[in-house]
């Protein structure tokens, strides 16, 4: 049997993190090395060639296009490499779905590009790093792995990046996958794929942004007015995701604004402030009339990060932003 040689790319994130106590609350991300990471995974016995490279050292919620790029930049060498069998990426959990689903969209699914985080730090008593981190090696070793995307996994379970969504601040069990459930259940012993791959072959869908463009999020909230629309447009936003009420819905003033801002050239995509469903088009918005965008499966986050690589690439009529959510 030859053993799969594994690029794991550092970020840091809690799965790096350590705090002064095992039992306290305050910690900081990204605090171990990377080194430190594998050394502890080698004395469990799994059987896989684990490559580190360093990308970052910190917290999720400060990852932006710098980070994004470097990481781009090392997975696509990887993907090149016939020396690298698959990609695995320590990774906060604030804001894994976004990375994950920026790399789904602009990579090509030849190998398996496996996301790991964790929701207690290293040195804390239960912590789960550990467990994820040899679950991941499991996912990226394995033969079935690829043709599926970018995949995030957390405790026992497999998601797609493109699905998969933080859903509690604290729990371990804090990720849920919509529309699609989870793609497999893994432990360091055991994977159960629930299907085929269904990405085989596939190229990258989008060029990786040359820059990142300012798409905003604005949360509705009863009784607010349009002026936040305005001072989005003010300061230049590019894109704006509305996390709307219920079904994309928001007061008529701030629809209006709305509208008036995809008059004006700026793409708007309705996506929901509620933790899970479809926002679909013309159910209580006119978005034929109004020139608006409906999100569909994708929550605000991702919403986001879908439309700051279409705005990057050019595409901000509604129709053509439409069709790529439509997509999902
Ligand atoms: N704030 C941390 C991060 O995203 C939380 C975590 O990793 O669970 O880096």
């Not at 799969?4 to 095992?22: F, N, Q």
């Not at 985080?117 to 912590?127: E, L, Q, S, W």
Request: hydrophobic content about 50%; overall charge negative.
């Amino acid at each position: 049997m030859t053993i799969p040689r594994i690029l794991v790319l550092g970020t840091g994130g809690t799965i790096a993190g350590a705090g002064s106590s095992a039992t306290g609350a305050a910690y900081r991300p990204g605090d171990l090395a990377l080194e430190t990471l594998i050394t502890h995974l080698d004395t469990l016995g799994l059987a896989a060639d684990l490559v580190p490279q360093d990308v970052a050292k910190i917290g999720s919620q400060d990852i932006g296009w710098a980070e994004w790029q470097a990481l781009h930049i090392a997975c696509a060498r990887a993907l090149d490499d016939p020396a690298i069998d698959a990609i695995i990426i320590t990774h906060g959990t604030d804001t894994a779905e976004e990375t994950g689903f920026l790399l789904d969209l602009t990579l090509p699914t030849t190998k398996p590009v496996v996301l790991v985080g964790a929701m207690r730090p290293a040195d804390a008593v239960g912590a789960d790093g550990m467990r994820n981190f040899a679950n991941a090696v499991k996912v990226a070793s394995d033969a079935q792995a690829t043709g599926r995307g970018v995949m995030l996994v957390m405790g026992d379970a497999v998601l797609s990046a493109r699905d998969a969504r933080k859903a509690a601040t604290s729990a371990i069990d804090a990720f849920r996958s919509f529309p699609r459930g989870p793609l497999a259940r893994v432990s360091p012993a055991r994977l159960d794929w629930f299907g085929p791959p269904n990405r085989a072959g596939e190229a990258a869908r989008y060029a990786f942004p040359a820059a990142l463009p300012r798409v905003a999020i604005l949360t509705a909230g009863a009784g607010m007015d349009e002026q936040p629309v305005e001072a989005l447009l003010g300061i230049g936003a590019k894109g704006i995701v509305l996390a709307g009420m219920g079904q994309g819905n928001a007061p008529r003033v701030v629809i209006e604004a709305l509208a008036r801002a995809a008059a004006s050239g700026v793409p708007v995509v309705r996506a929901t402030r509620v933790d899970e469903g479809l926002v679909d088009r013309n159910v209580e918005v006119d978005d034929d009339a109004l020139g608006l965008v409906a999100a569909r499966a994708l929550g605000p986050a991702k919403a986001r990060v879908l439309l700051m690589v279409l705005v990057a690439g050019g595409v901000t009529d509604a129709a053509s932003v439409q069709a790529a959510f439509d997509a999902g």
